[in-house]
């Protein structure tokens, strides 16, 4: 693009602003021939699909607000640079997780990358009733690596602190996490919206003083725990699947914070669709053996996180944290196993405390999701949404006291089957 000023795409004009650039050209072919369509159907940016002669590309541009709300809430466009720079860093960590980068362009704001297809939103999925083999795996594996190789287990200690000056730029999108995730639900701030029905809950809540220093606790944590380079925004929205592969997107929340915020986040959103099913059978029951399947995903997720973070700590262990000089090396390669044992409780703590979180935030909060949003019937949405909130309660107060995902899922099955209006 020749003008450095920026200026949002629209389809009609975009071949001719985009049509020059070698990286888009040569993977779509003549831009007379482009057909452009505008998809983008997120809380924040602009997103366009060409389809060419020769292919097709996504092109990802951020907006100066938050299009969910609208010019009334500004947003720095700076946070395409921060999307930008954690992919191709979750690229390096676990090859072949996200979409492949082919051009960027800081001045606009815009990222071109992959057309994942026929891939589609793992939350539309979910609503669907579809299965995907190895989901659980994949993510678990996702997480593990990202997680592990972007922190001081890991990375050159010069390289990580360059990264995280880096990342502490991205402000403002922390700042809408600090605020909507960790605080907002827990009193009626102004951009809250949630259920009617709901309201003897959303009272309950909100009178409980346990679970707002909880939530406090686990906000100081995540502003004070810079422990690796998080994805952010990690759910089911954030995630594309095919029959065969599964792959990770939209990482523009990236920031250093503790290792359980993610995998917290995600599977407080399975955990979510879970409770959700009844609004989307068939018939009353129908989703009864797919429900079981959403559990063994969560189930999976944990459990091969927990197996490859293992891994990586036997064998990339390189970093400036629990180095081998101290054990491996004098013999005391049992100790090193203590440690990992240890490490491996405080995230699991950690992940139960966010997923909890997480879980009123998108019930009480401004972003909420489709599953429970797209039941039609208001008193049957409700009955879900209440189910979920109370298992939120639960893993973020009690999450100490929870020490394996049998009780975790036992207790969805327990919750599920329970009214709590």
Known sequence: MTDSTYKALEPA?????????????????????????????????????????????????????????????????????????????????????VPEIYHFDEAQALIVMEFLTPHVILRKSLMEGRMHPDLGKVLGEFCARTLFRGSDLSMPTARRKADLALFAGNVELCDITENLVFSDPYFAAPLNRHTPALDPVVAMLRADTDLKITAQHLKMAFANNAETLLHGDLHTGSVMVSDSQTRVIDPEFATYGPMGFDIGMLIANFLMAYFAQDGHAEAPGARAQYKEWILSVVDAIWSHFSAEFTRLWRTERSGILYQASLFEDQGHALAAEKA????????????????????????????????????????????CEARGLMLGRVLAVDRAEITSMAEVLDLARKINGEDYL
């Open 340 to 383: 990992r044992l240890e490490r491996l409780a405080a995230i699991w703590r950690d992940t139960l405390g966010f997923c909890g979180i997480e879980m009123h935030r998108r019930t009480l909060g401004l972003a909420h999701i489709a599953e429970y949003d797209r039941i039609e019937d208001e008193a049957l949405r409700a009955a």
């Open 13 to 97: 004009t975009l071949a001719d602003r985009l049509g020059s650039i070698p990286a888009i050209r040569e993977r779509t072919g003549d831009p007379a021939r482009w057909s452009v369509r505008e998809v983008g159907d997120g809380n924040l940016n602009l997103v366009f699909i060409i389809d060419g002669p020769d292919g097709s590309l996504i092109i990802k541009q951020a907006l100066p607000y938050v299009r969910l709300v609208g010019e009334s809430w500004p947003l720095p466009l700076k946070r395409a640079f921060f999307e930008y720079n954690a992919l191709i860093r979750q690229a390096e960590r676990d090859p072949g997780s």
